[in-house]
């Protein structure tokens, strides 16, 4: 239940129809988050070849039909058009997280960052605005909150 609520916490916060969880790994936060909002396209990105095959089978038993599994790593894939949201968990820093996946978000697309306590330090590091939100999830201890980031500084 720990991860699964934690992944459907950030339900609120999601922007557009096409969203893209960066270094997925195991399929946390995109999988529950396809399963709660089916008609929302969801991609699925990560560069290990064992947890993507694992993604395929998760996605093949759920019949997932809104969700695309990509191994690449995130600076070498280049969609054909930007995704609404871009978010990660526990993927990187908020400022490589920007650097790294500013070719991939749309115009106004906004970044979605899941930490556990509030990165001061890592909010001073960006350009963009961005808001902070902190949020519980039952049953669950410790800190957490999402980070949202304004695309707005194209490079």
Known sequence: SKHLLDS??????????????????????GIPLALAKPEIHFVLLDSNGKKTRFLHEVKRQLNLKNLEIVQFRVENYHPAQGFDTVLSRAFSSLAQMVRWTQHIIADEGLWLAMKGRSPHLELNEIKQNCTVHTYTVTGVSGERCCVIIENTTKE
């Open 8 to 29: 459907l916490a950030i339900l609120p916060w999601l922007k557009g129809d096409r969203i893209i969880d960066v270094g997925t790994g195991a399929g946390l936060p």
